[in-house]
Protein backbone atom coordinates (compact mmCIF):
# COMPACT_ATOMS: atom_id res chain seq x y z
CA UNK A 1 0.00 0.00 0.00
CA UNK A 2 3.04 2.17 0.98
CA UNK A 3 4.27 2.03 -2.81
CA UNK A 4 0.87 3.04 -4.33
CA UNK A 5 0.97 6.16 -2.26
CA UNK A 6 4.24 6.91 -3.33
CA UNK A 7 3.16 6.26 -7.18
CA UNK A 8 0.17 8.45 -6.27
CA UNK A 9 1.98 11.22 -5.11
CA UNK A 10 4.62 11.14 -7.41
CA UNK A 11 2.01 11.47 -10.61
CA UNK A 12 0.08 13.86 -9.08
CA UNK A 13 2.53 16.30 -7.95
CA UNK A 14 3.59 16.53 -11.46
CA UNK A 15 -0.27 16.53 -12.75
CA UNK A 16 -1.54 18.96 -9.68
CA UNK A 17 1.30 21.40 -10.93
CA UNK A 18 -0.48 22.06 -14.12
CA UNK A 19 -3.14 21.66 -12.96
CA UNK A 20 -3.23 23.58 -10.57
CA UNK A 21 -0.68 26.43 -11.73
CA UNK A 22 -1.81 30.17 -10.74
CA UNK A 23 -3.05 32.03 -12.52
CA UNK A 24 -1.82 36.31 -12.99
CA UNK A 25 -5.45 37.35 -11.34
CA UNK A 26 -8.79 35.20 -11.62
CA UNK A 27 -11.08 36.83 -14.19
CA UNK A 28 -14.18 35.14 -14.98
CA UNK A 29 -14.91 34.82 -18.92
CA UNK A 30 -17.49 37.13 -20.70
CA UNK A 31 -21.14 36.91 -19.73
CA UNK A 32 -22.92 37.16 -23.23
CA UNK A 33 -25.15 40.38 -23.31
CA UNK A 34 -28.52 39.06 -23.00
CA UNK A 35 -29.76 42.00 -24.07
CA UNK A 36 -29.24 41.15 -27.86
CA UNK A 37 -28.86 37.48 -27.47
CA UNK A 38 -31.52 35.01 -26.90
CA UNK A 39 -30.92 32.76 -24.07
CA UNK A 40 -30.23 29.55 -26.30
CA UNK A 41 -26.88 31.67 -27.55
CA UNK A 42 -26.04 32.44 -24.26
CA UNK A 43 -25.66 28.94 -23.07
CA UNK A 44 -23.95 27.99 -25.98
CA UNK A 45 -21.58 30.61 -25.80
CA UNK A 46 -20.96 29.66 -21.94
CA UNK A 47 -20.60 26.36 -22.82
CA UNK A 48 -18.33 26.92 -25.38
CA UNK A 49 -15.98 29.12 -22.77
CA UNK A 50 -16.03 26.60 -20.39
CA UNK A 51 -15.14 23.80 -22.88
CA UNK A 52 -11.78 25.99 -24.01
CA UNK A 53 -11.28 26.08 -20.40
CA UNK A 54 -11.24 22.64 -19.33
CA UNK A 55 -9.96 21.09 -22.65
CA UNK A 56 -6.37 21.13 -21.83
CA UNK A 57 -6.97 18.97 -18.60
CA UNK A 58 -8.44 16.11 -20.94
CA UNK A 59 -4.59 15.19 -21.63
CA UNK A 60 -3.55 15.82 -18.25
CA UNK A 61 -6.32 13.32 -17.32
CA UNK A 62 -5.18 10.81 -19.61
CA UNK A 63 -1.60 11.07 -19.11
CA UNK A 64 -2.70 10.56 -14.99
CA UNK A 65 -4.88 7.56 -15.74
CA UNK A 66 -1.69 6.01 -17.61
CA UNK A 67 0.38 5.67 -14.46
CA UNK A 68 -2.45 4.73 -11.93
CA UNK A 69 -1.47 1.45 -11.02
CA UNK A 70 -3.50 -1.34 -12.66
CA UNK A 71 -4.73 0.80 -15.11
CA UNK A 72 -2.31 0.27 -18.45
CA UNK A 73 -2.89 -3.65 -17.67
CA UNK A 74 -6.80 -2.99 -18.71
CA UNK A 75 -7.68 -3.38 -22.31
CA UNK A 76 -7.63 -0.09 -24.80
CA UNK A 77 -11.16 -0.07 -24.65
CA UNK A 78 -11.64 -0.20 -21.13
CA UNK A 79 -9.49 2.11 -20.32
CA UNK A 80 -11.17 4.37 -23.21
CA UNK A 81 -14.43 3.64 -21.56
CA UNK A 82 -12.96 4.66 -17.84
CA UNK A 83 -11.58 7.96 -18.74
CA UNK A 84 -14.46 9.20 -21.32
CA UNK A 85 -17.22 8.49 -18.98
CA UNK A 86 -15.01 8.88 -15.99
CA UNK A 87 -13.59 12.43 -17.12
CA UNK A 88 -16.37 15.49 -15.49
CA UNK A 89 -16.09 13.43 -12.06
CA UNK A 90 -12.31 13.38 -11.97
CA UNK A 91 -12.09 17.06 -13.43
CA UNK A 92 -14.65 18.32 -10.51
CA UNK A 93 -11.84 15.90 -8.20
CA UNK A 94 -9.11 18.40 -8.97
CA UNK A 95 -11.21 21.54 -9.36
CA UNK A 96 -12.30 21.52 -5.83
CA UNK A 97 -8.93 22.46 -4.81
CA UNK A 98 -9.70 25.91 -5.58
CA UNK A 99 -13.65 26.41 -5.29
CA UNK A 100 -15.80 28.56 -3.16
CA UNK A 101 -19.30 28.71 -2.71
CA UNK A 102 -19.50 31.18 -5.89
CA UNK A 103 -16.95 30.16 -8.96
CA UNK A 104 -14.99 27.13 -9.70
CA UNK A 105 -11.01 28.23 -10.82
CA UNK A 106 -9.21 26.90 -13.86
CA UNK A 107 -5.71 25.92 -14.75
CA UNK A 108 -5.29 29.45 -15.57
CA UNK A 109 -7.02 31.16 -13.15
CA UNK A 110 -9.85 32.59 -15.06
CA UNK A 111 -13.18 30.74 -13.13
CA UNK A 112 -16.67 30.38 -13.75
CA UNK A 113 -19.39 31.67 -11.64
CA UNK A 114 -21.87 29.63 -10.22
CA UNK A 115 -24.51 31.61 -12.10
CA UNK A 116 -22.75 31.63 -15.11
CA UNK A 117 -22.68 27.35 -14.33
CA UNK A 118 -26.59 27.70 -13.68
CA UNK A 119 -27.04 29.00 -17.21
CA UNK A 120 -24.95 26.14 -18.62
CA UNK A 121 -26.98 23.53 -16.51
CA UNK A 122 -29.71 24.76 -14.18
CA UNK A 123 -30.04 25.61 -11.12
CA UNK A 124 -30.58 22.34 -9.26
CA UNK A 125 -27.18 20.82 -11.20
CA UNK A 126 -24.85 24.14 -10.03
CA UNK A 127 -26.01 23.52 -6.88
CA UNK A 128 -25.19 19.97 -6.54
CA UNK A 129 -22.38 20.33 -7.92
CA UNK A 130 -21.03 23.39 -5.46
CA UNK A 131 -22.16 21.81 -2.38
CA UNK A 132 -19.93 18.66 -3.69
CA UNK A 133 -16.88 20.80 -4.21
CA UNK A 134 -16.85 23.08 -1.55
CA UNK A 135 -17.45 19.73 0.71
CA UNK A 136 -14.18 18.59 -0.78
CA UNK A 137 -12.26 21.94 -0.31
CA UNK A 138 -13.17 22.19 3.26
CA UNK A 139 -11.58 19.22 4.07
CA UNK A 140 -8.18 20.33 2.95
CA UNK A 141 -6.54 17.39 1.82
CA UNK A 142 -3.07 17.07 -0.07
CA UNK A 143 -2.51 16.56 -3.12
CA UNK A 144 -1.90 12.71 -2.33
CA UNK A 145 -5.32 12.52 -0.90
CA UNK A 146 -6.70 14.35 -4.43
CA UNK A 147 -4.90 11.88 -6.14
CA UNK A 148 -5.65 9.06 -4.41
CA UNK A 149 -9.61 9.45 -4.50
CA UNK A 150 -9.23 10.23 -8.20
CA UNK A 151 -7.95 7.07 -9.16
CA UNK A 152 -10.67 5.59 -6.85
CA UNK A 153 -12.98 7.55 -9.14
CA UNK A 154 -11.51 6.47 -12.71
CA UNK A 155 -11.06 2.69 -11.75
CA UNK A 156 -14.96 2.83 -11.29
CA UNK A 157 -15.54 -0.85 -12.17
CA UNK A 158 -19.50 -0.78 -13.19
CA UNK A 159 -19.19 2.04 -15.84
CA UNK A 160 -21.52 1.18 -18.59
CA UNK A 161 -19.45 -0.88 -21.31
CA UNK A 162 -16.87 -2.25 -19.33
CA UNK A 163 -15.60 -5.80 -20.01
CA UNK A 164 -12.85 -6.84 -17.14
CA UNK A 165 -14.83 -6.03 -14.47
CA UNK A 166 -12.90 -7.84 -12.38
CA UNK A 167 -9.76 -6.50 -12.82
CA UNK A 168 -11.06 -3.00 -12.61
CA UNK A 169 -12.62 -3.78 -8.96
CA UNK A 170 -9.01 -5.54 -7.85
CA UNK A 171 -7.34 -2.60 -8.97
CA UNK A 172 -9.94 0.01 -7.31
CA UNK A 173 -10.31 -2.33 -3.91
CA UNK A 174 -5.62 -1.74 -3.59
CA UNK A 175 -6.34 1.79 -4.17
CA UNK A 176 -9.11 1.68 -1.43
CA UNK A 177 -7.09 0.73 1.00
CA UNK A 178 -4.62 3.18 0.10
CA UNK A 179 -6.14 6.35 0.28
CA UNK A 180 -7.70 5.05 4.23
CA UNK A 181 -3.98 4.43 5.08
CA UNK A 182 -2.88 7.43 3.85
CA UNK A 183 -6.06 9.67 5.50
CA UNK A 184 -5.45 8.14 9.14
CA UNK A 185 -1.98 9.20 8.69
CA UNK A 186 -2.70 12.46 8.32
CA UNK A 187 -5.14 15.38 8.97
CA UNK A 188 -5.62 14.65 13.05
CA UNK A 189 -5.39 11.25 12.70
CA UNK A 190 -8.78 11.30 12.03
CA UNK A 191 -10.30 7.78 11.46
CA UNK A 192 -13.47 8.57 10.32
CA UNK A 193 -12.39 10.70 7.52
CA UNK A 194 -11.60 8.02 4.50
CA UNK A 195 -14.84 7.19 4.84
CA UNK A 196 -16.61 10.67 5.12
CA UNK A 197 -14.78 11.18 1.49
CA UNK A 198 -15.81 7.44 0.03
CA UNK A 199 -19.25 8.44 1.05
CA UNK A 200 -19.54 10.96 -1.03
CA UNK A 201 -18.70 8.77 -4.21
CA UNK A 202 -22.25 8.23 -5.09
CA UNK A 203 -23.09 11.70 -4.96
CA UNK A 204 -20.49 12.19 -7.23
CA UNK A 205 -21.47 9.67 -9.60
CA UNK A 206 -24.88 10.98 -9.52
CA UNK A 207 -23.37 14.11 -10.76
CA UNK A 208 -21.54 12.84 -13.41
CA UNK A 209 -25.21 11.00 -14.75
CA UNK A 210 -26.83 13.99 -14.53
CA UNK A 211 -23.74 15.53 -16.85
CA UNK A 212 -24.45 13.19 -19.43
CA UNK A 213 -28.10 14.07 -19.28
CA UNK A 214 -27.16 17.41 -19.98
CA UNK A 215 -24.53 17.22 -22.90
CA UNK A 216 -27.93 15.66 -25.05
CA UNK A 217 -29.06 18.97 -25.34
CA UNK A 218 -25.64 20.24 -26.44
CA UNK A 219 -25.74 17.48 -29.23
CA UNK A 220 -28.94 17.93 -30.12
CA UNK A 221 -27.49 21.43 -31.34
CA UNK A 222 -23.82 20.56 -32.29
CA UNK A 223 -24.13 22.61 -35.46
CA UNK A 224 -24.40 25.48 -33.51
CA UNK A 225 -20.92 24.66 -31.66
CA UNK A 226 -16.97 25.72 -32.28
CA UNK A 227 -15.84 23.26 -29.31
CA UNK A 228 -11.82 22.21 -29.56
CA UNK A 229 -11.83 19.03 -30.95
CA UNK A 230 -10.85 17.13 -28.02
CA UNK A 231 -13.29 18.12 -25.80
CA UNK A 232 -15.85 16.97 -28.41
CA UNK A 233 -13.99 13.99 -28.85
CA UNK A 234 -14.30 13.39 -24.93
CA UNK A 235 -17.82 13.76 -24.89
CA UNK A 236 -19.04 12.26 -27.88
CA UNK A 237 -20.18 15.63 -28.85
CA UNK A 238 -20.70 15.33 -33.21
CA UNK A 239 -17.99 17.79 -34.88
CA UNK A 240 -18.53 20.34 -38.40
CA UNK A 241 -16.05 20.13 -40.81
CA UNK A 242 -14.57 23.37 -39.48
CA UNK A 243 -14.03 21.65 -36.19
CA UNK A 244 -12.10 18.96 -37.64
CA UNK A 245 -9.16 21.43 -39.17
CA UNK A 246 -8.81 23.05 -36.10
CA UNK A 247 -5.15 22.30 -34.23
Not at 34 to 52: G, P, R, S
Not at 142 to 170: C, E, N, W, Y
Request: proline share 4%; hydrophobic share 45%; glycine share 4%.
Amino acid sequence: MIIIIIIIWSINFEFCLLFLKPGKGCTSPDIAPTTADTEKKQKIWLWQQLAARITPTVQRVVEFAKRVPGFVDLSQDDQLILIKVGFFELWLCYVSRLATELSLTFYDGTFITRQQLEIIYDVEFATNVFQLVTFFNSLSLTDTDVGLFAAIVLLTPDRPGVSDVKTVQHSQDRIVEAFKLQLSKGHGGDQNLAEAVLSKLPELRSIGARHVTHLEWFRLHWHMLKLPPLFAEIFDIPKCEEDLHQG
